[in-house]
């Protein structure tokens, strides 16, 4: 069996787009873990590592935005790709620049194309 390319932490509330995530991602070569939100995944991090964080950014008990200030704040080296269908918020401030200010390496406009993930999932592992 060939070895991962890396694991990678997916965060999604969605149950329908956690699986094919995780299916998907694990179709091109990578270990997935899937899980449904940010205290879910601050759980899973105190006892195991990833090479990479897809996240959710509007999510029941922690969100994104909140998990993605946590991990940099406890795991600055881990790479974070923030998705998100929901480009402003009530505020109309654009929740996906937003977290590229608190450390998300990329950002990934729902809805995204395959493609585009796999890029941007790359990409983000190649500078790390």
């Known amino acids: 069996m060939k070895e991962p ?3 990678v932490l997916v965060v999604e509330d969605d149950h329908s787009l956690r699986q ?3 299916e998907a991602l694990a179709e091109c070569g990578y ?9 879910e ?6 006892t195991s590592t990833a090479d990479v964080v ?4 509007v999510m029941p008990e922690q969100d994104g935005v909140a998990l993605i200030a946590s991990i940099k704040r406890r ?3 881990l790479p974070v790709v923030a998705m998100s269908g929901r480009g402003r918020t009530d505020l109309s401030i654009d929740s996906l620049a937003l977290v590229r200010v608190l450390g998300a390496d990329a950002t990934l406009e729902k809805p995204f194309g395959l493609a585009e993930l ?11």
């Open 118 to 128: 796999e890029r941007t999932i790359a990409w983000v592992l190649a500078r790390h």
């Open 31 to 39: 270990a997935v873990v899937p899980v449904e939100n940010g205290d």
């Open 54 to 57: 897809l996240t959710d950014l």
């Open 20 to 22: 094919y995530l995780a």
């Open 75 to 77: 795991f600055p080296a």
């Open 41 to 46: 995944a601050e759980a899973w991090l105190e």
């Open 5 to 7: 390319i890396a694991r």
